[in-house]
């Protein structure tokens, strides 16, 4: 376990669907500036996990905490100001708004924080750059490759400048060379602002970008070094 004092941390979170249990008993801890990959086979919890863990699941039982804040004792409105201000997000498939240009979609959560058009749009520009996709800037989703939209979507993810990043599969849509150069720029990125990611995946090789792995089975957690010595 790490020996800095946790950022964000889950304590035996549970959570049941009708009769299917996804979380049983889940722990889960990481500190600033580290990147922890989830793993785990298809429906062990691993997305369940990161929901918790974002405040936009609430656990049956068990206890997240993010900083000062105890997330299963904050209501929704509460949950949700903190998503927009403190985290990042990036999944599978980049979930840009089809309707604006790229930079607009890259703009829009510091759009949505109150911050000016022009400001927005040049920060937006400038973590565009970083991410290698800065022509694309006027385009719209439909017309960059899917590897592209990936980057707009970590550009995006980073824009507000959040604590923790959480990224469900982020290469799950991507070839392998696509995939690969996608994940050296995220944490790459990541690192340059000293944020904790959260990684959700089934594939070993984009674990291997990680600091830590944590295996998800049955609902649940263990630190990949633990499950070898259990
Ligand atoms: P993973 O991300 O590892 O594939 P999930 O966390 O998505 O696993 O799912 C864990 C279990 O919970 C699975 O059996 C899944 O079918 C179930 N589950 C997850 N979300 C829901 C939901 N919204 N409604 C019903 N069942 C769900």
């Not at 890259?106 to 000016?116: E, H, I, S």
């Amino acid at each position: 376990m790490p020996s800095q004092p946790a950022l964000l941390s889950a304590t035996d979170l549970h959570k049941v669907y009708g009769s299917t249990p996804a979380l049983d008993g889940a722990d889960f801890a990481i500190t600033p500036g580290e990147i922890v990959a989830v793993m785990g086979p298809s429906g062990s919890g691993k997305s369940t996990l990161l929901h918790c863990l974002a405040g936009i699941v609430s656990p049956d039982s068990g206890t997240v905490r993010y900083a000062d804040h105890d997330l299963t004792a904050m209501n929704d409105v509460g949950r949700s100001a903190l998503r927009r201000t403190d985290f990042g997000f990036v999944f599978q498939f980049g979930q840009l708004v089809p309707e604006l240009t790229c930079v607009q979609n890259v703009a829009l959560p510091l759009r949505l924080n109150g911050v000016k058009r022009k400001e927005a749009e040049r920060t937006a520009q400038e973590w565009m750059d970083r991410l290698e996709v800065a022509e694309l800037g006027h385009k719209r989703p439909g017309e960059v490759s899917g590897g592209q939209g990936q980057r707009v979507a970590i550009a995006r993810s980073l824009v507000t400048g959040p604590r923790v990043l959480f990224a469900d599969e982020p290469t799950g849509a991507l070839d392998s060379l696509n995939g690969e150069r996608v994940m050296e720029l995220f944490t790459e990125a990541a690192r340059s602002t000293d944020a904790a990611v959260v990684l959700v995946t089934h594939e070993a090789r984009v674990a291997a970008y990680s600091d830590r792995e944590v295996v998800v089975r049955d609902g649940k957690s263990r630190d990949r070094f633990a499950q070898y010595a259990a």
